[in-house]
């Protein structure tokens, strides 16, 4: 299954600001090197605090929240110390992100706030952000991204009674989604997935569609090679993954499929469950708004019950790692 409740979506925020080494003194560098923490033998350092710290203050602000520095200083270092936890296990799963992707996310950034991509390093560099350091912070999040999937793929499921309980106790809720409801369009896609093991790399799976894509443009049958090539359950539907709605597949598919237009084949795309070769068949304006309602509902419970299985976990692996926080040094001016 590729479907997932947990799209990744990227805003343009303000995360660092740029601190040069070279022109500092000695005392300078080692203020800007100090180590705040350890964690499982990876060190944070008080210049890494400091770049997060600027952007969690502009957060802070754009809120309208009042909190202690002492406080919000706290609260940050924990948050770096999840996501160095985060990235040290998805380095052990081998889960990267290709370069290809990075840009397809700084692109989508960059569209979804009517820039550029020459406006938004202007952007950036207005807050005092490198575009290096911003395409860094892109990649972490997207491995957390797919490690969430990954950890997550099959621990969650809603019952038809969940959400019979959930659209009986918010009636004006689902109004509401009823009525915007017009405003969605559905795709009717299909797809080849060829899931990568010991046997079949990344080169080699995206080759395979690479062949497979050429046999289809010169007049192969899609559906018969899905039936033959796919390593997907939908393979004896022919690939048919019949309609799907904003948020029924994970980002990196449902960024494909948006680009394609209708009978359009797609290059070969990664996902963190293999590659596919995708064809958008059809769109249409969602109109059933019974099946609409009660597959949002299913959405939004599936969302939060991931939220707190994923809090859970992350709890668990921050309780088994060595973490040692060095008040001495973060408390020092």
């Given at each position: 299954?590729?479907?997932?409740?947990?799209?990744?979506?990227?805003?343009?925020?303000g995360l660092f600001f740029t601190l040069s080494l070279l022109c500092a003194g000695p005392a300078a560098a080692a203020e800007l090197t100090r180590v705040v923490a350890v964690?499982?033998?990876?060190?944070?350092?008080?210049?890494e605090l400091q770049q997060y710290m600027v952007r969690a203050k502009r957060q802070v602000a754009k809120q309208g929240v009042q909190i202690p520095e002492d406080e919000l200083r706290q609260q940050v270092l924990e948050q770096m110390i999840?996501?160095?936890?985060?990235?040290?296990?998805?380095k052990r799963m081998g889960i990267t992100v290709e370069n290809a992707a990075i840009d397809r996310a700084i692109e989508d950034i960059a569209r979804r706030n009517n820039l550029?991509?020459?406006?938004?390093?202007?952007?950036?560099?207005?807050?005092?952000?490198?575009?290096?350091?911003?395409?860094?912070?892109?990649?972490?999040?997207?491995?957390?991204?797919?490690l969430r999937d990954r950890e997550m793929e099959g621990?969650?499921?809603?019952?038809?009674?969940?959400?019979?309980?959930?659209?009986?106790?918010?009636?004006?809720?689902?109004?509401?989604?009823?009525?915007?409801?017009?405003?969605?369009?559905?795709?009717?896609?299909?797809?080849?997935?060829?899931?990568?093991?010991?046997?079949?790399?990344?080169?080699?799976?995206?080759?395979?569609?690479?062949?497979?894509?050429?046999?289809?443009?010169?007049?192969?049958?899609f559906a018969e090679l899905a039936k033959a090539n796919?390593?997907?359950?939908?393979?004896?539907?022919?690939?048919?993954?019949?309609?799907?709605?904003?948020?029924?597949?994970?980002?990196e598919f449902e960024e494909a499929m948006n680009?394609?237009?209708?009978?359009?084949i797609s290059q070969p795309v990664k996902t963190p469950f293999g590659w596919h070769l995708i064809q958008v068949?059809?769109?249409?304006?969602?109109?059933?708004?019974?099946?609409?309602?009660?597959?949002?509902?299913?959405?939004?419970?599936?969302?939060?019950?991931?939220?707190?299985?994923?809090?859970?976990?992350?709890?668990?692996i921050r309780a088994e790692a060595f973490v040692e926080i060095r008040r001495d040094a973060l408390e020092a001016k």
């Amino acid at each position: 299954m590729m479907r997932s409740t947990t799209p990744c979506r990227w805003a343009l925020v303000g995360l660092f600001f740029t601190l040069s080494l070279l022109c500092a003194g000695p005392a300078a560098a080692a203020e800007l090197t100090r180590v705040v923490a350890v964690v499982n033998n990876e060190p944070i350092t008080s210049s890494e605090l400091q770049q997060y710290m600027v952007r969690a203050k502009r957060q802070v602000a754009k809120q309208g929240v009042q909190i202690p520095e002492d406080e919000l200083r706290q609260q940050v270092l924990e948050q770096m110390i999840l996501e160095k936890l985060q990235l040290q296990v998805a380095k052990r799963m081998g889960i990267t992100v290709e370069n290809a992707a990075i840009d397809r996310a700084i692109e989508d950034i960059a569209r979804r706030n009517n820039l550029t991509l020459d406006a938004l390093k202007q952007a950036l560099a207005a807050d005092g952000i490198t575009f290096e350091q911003f395409r860094e912070q892109i990649r972490r999040e997207m491995i957390i991204a797919r490690l969430r999937d990954r950890e997550m793929e099959g621990r969650v499921t809603v019952s038809d009674a969940e959400v019979d309980h959930f659209l009986a106790n918010n009636p004006d809720l689902m109004r509401r989604i009823e009525a915007e409801a017009g405003n969605v369009m559905q795709t009717h896609v299909r797809h080849i997935l060829i899931r990568t093991n010991q046997a079949t790399n990344d080169e080699a799976a995206k080759a395979k569609l690479l062949a497979l894509r050429e046999r289809i443009v010169n007049g192969a049958d899609f559906a018969e090679l899905a039936k033959a090539n796919s390593d997907d359950g939908s393979a004896f539907k022919g690939g048919d993954l019949g309609w799907i709605n904003p948020g029924d597949t994970v980002p990196e598919f449902e960024e494909a499929m948006n680009r394609l237009a209708p009978g359009e084949i797609s290059q070969p795309v990664k996902t963190p469950f293999g590659w596919h070769l995708i064809q958008v068949l059809e769109r249409r304006p969602l109109t059933d708004s019974e099946d609409y309602r009660r597959n949002y509902a299913r959405q939004l419970l599936r969302r939060q019950k991931l939220e707190q299985t994923y809090n859970a976990w992350l709890q668990t692996i921050r309780a088994e790692a060595f973490v040692e926080i060095r008040r001495d040094a973060l408390e020092a001016k």
